[in-house]
């Protein structure tokens, strides 16, 4: 009898032990699951917060020596080459058969530098004029250009002279950059002061970056937006000292406000060429 209740009381145990066991793995599945559930809905709030990269714009591919669209130009890489179709909007020099001009479409704003140019063909890129120009895309200290290049006119084409962007919002931003290139306009901004280094005397204007020239030379101002300041430039080679931008900047006075155009080059950051000023207060 004691045998017999001693292998009921072990038979008992055992299940007890079973459904403890049987109790423990249902948990830790419970357990698993409640985790799988909320990393799977943690993933899914995180895929929601990053954009589908589908949602990127897709560019096809160009072939080599085919007319590239703006986009298509600014997504080159670098030391690449590039062919882009583009009008004439200002003449900044000419040398030795090389030529170095401002150009823009309806979409954005390229700067051609150093292209292969004679003398006679130069005279002929008036302002509106279309080519087709093939080059080397590079950067330098920030100013995005193509080197090197050949052009050709474009025959039968409309001619386009673009209106200035008011950019004078994007100041101090950084989408002002995307805007390179491209005729731009500044309103309302304030002549500052600048100074030569060693010397604590006040100048509206610099010959040189620095002071260093003289009539003829490159004309540097500052002007401030929004408590910030910024050098602007009038590049002697694209207006030179018969021009009415120069001779307005020479005679700025610091505190006066004045409206400005130009083109939107970059030398370290924001650096315009300007191509007039008019003074409104």
Request: a negative charge; proline letters at 2%; aromatic letters at 12%.
């Amino acid at each position: 009898m004691k045998k017999i209740l001693s292998v009921l009381l072990a038979l008992s145990m055992a299940c007890s032990l079973a459904a403890c066991a049987g109790g423990s793995s249902s948990s830790e599945a419970s357990s698993e699951a409640t985790s799988e559930a909320v990393s799977s809905e943690a993933a899914a709030t995180e895929e929601e917060a990053v954009p589908a990269e589908q949602d990127a714009p897709q560019l096809d591919a160009v072939a080599s020596g085919e007319v590239m669209n703006y986009d298509h130009y600014m997504a080159a890489d670098l030391d690449t080459e590039v062919t882009i179709q583009a009008y004439v909007q200002a003449k900044q020099s000419w040398w030795e058969d090389k030529a170095t001009v401002y150009l823009q479409d309806q979409d954005g704003g390229y700067f051609a530098y150093d292209m292969a140019c004679s003398e006679e063909d130069y005279e002929k890129l008036t302002e509106g004029t279309c080519i087709r120009v093939t080059g080397y895309k590079t950067e330098w200290s920030g100013e995005v250009e193509i080197m090197d290049g050949t052009f050709e006119f474009v025959d039968g084409a409309d001619t386009f002279v673009s209106m200035p962007l008011d950019v004078t919002e994007l100041l101090g931003t950084d989408e002002l950059i995307y805007s390179q290139n491209q005729r731009v306009a500044f309103k309302g901004l304030t002549v500052a002061p600048s100074t030569v280094e060693g010397s604590d005397e006040e100048y509206a204007f610099l010959y040189n970056w620095d002071g260093s020239g003289e009539d003829g030379d490159d004309l540097y101002f500052n002007v401030s937006y929004n408590g910030e300041t910024y050098t602007f430039t009038v590049e002697s080679y694209l207006c030179d000292n018969t021009t009415e931008v120069y001779n307005a900047v020479k005679n700025l006075q610091i505190g006066q406000t004045i409206d400005a155009e130009g083109f939107l080059y970059w030398y370290e950051g924001v650096n315009p060429h300007i191509t007039s000023v008019t003074v409104t207060g």
